[in-house]
């Protein structure tokens, strides 16, 4: 069983910088897909940042050229970097890990981040 823990969540300043991380624990024996997601409050679950199971990423037009997606698998950490962020950055992050073999999702239970003055 995979289980994701997501750390790094502040309150941070508009035009500032903060690392999210995603610790995952358990084993994943085929080829899978990571990402990060954010949700405000009421509404959809938005895709942030994705990196295939190539290492091909892809990011949401609004975060390009702010945000980067960074797998480290010898520690089995996911990060995004998030720099100049924005009042609209304000959500909660969700890390997710997408066994493309089985199809199974993997979440995890999600960080507060915060973006205000």
């Known amino acids: 069983q995979v289980q994701l823990v997501e750390s790094g969540g502040v309150l941070v300043q508009p035009g500032g910088s903060l690392r999210l991380s995603c610790a995952a624990s358990g084993n994943i024996s085929g080829p899978y897909n990571l990402a990060w997601y954010r949700q405000v409050l009421d509404k959809t679950r938005e895709l942030v940042a994705s990196?295939?199971?190539?290492?091909?990423?892809h990011y949401t037009d609004s975060v390009k050229e702010r945000f980067t997606i960074v797998k480290d698998a010898a520690k089995k950490t996911l990060y995004l970097q998030m720099n100049g962020v924005k009042a609209e950055d304000t959500a909660v992050y969700y890390c997710?890990?997408?066994?493309?073999?089985?199809?199974?999702?993997?979440w995890g239970p999600g960080i507060q981040v915060t973006v205000s003055s």
């Open positions: 997710n890990v997408h066994d493309l073999w089985s199809g199974t999702e993997h």
């Open positions: 990196m295939s199971n190539l290492g091909a990423a």
